[in-house]
């Protein structure tokens, strides 16, 4: 389901730095129409901090879909990182300014 992960060697930042997603997985089986045929998964990944809801249909699409939240996370773990102003030595965080 998951490509094998980075070793922690891999990224020296401590895990509180690094990109992460706080996601709610709930999953249930529903009966089919059809007697003696296998329930069938469904479920839903919520991101907590955006409030999106994705259905899923079967593991796999549990999988992909909280690899793509980490992967936003990733993205906007970017766009948000410090940086230093070098003529007045100022710090953001995005659009907003820290000193």
């Not at 003696?36 to 479920?43: H, V």
């Not at 593991?59 to 230093?84: E, F, K, M, W, Y």
């Amino acid at each position: 389901m998951f490509d094998e992960a980075p070793s922690a060697a891999a990224d020296s930042r401590p895990a509180s730095e690094r990109p992460s997603a706080s996601l709610l997985v709930r999953c249930w089986l529903e009966p089919r129409e059809r007697t003696g045929e296998p329930p069938i998964l469904r479920g839903y990944v919520k991101n907590l901090k955006t409030g999106e809801e994705t259905y899923i249909a079967d593991l796999d699409a549990v999988g992909a879909q909280i690899r793509r939240n980490l992967d936003a996370a990733a993205t906007s773990h970017v766009d948000a990182s410090p940086r230093t102003d070098r003529a007045s030595g100022d710090h953001r965080h995005g659009d907003s300014l820290h000193r």
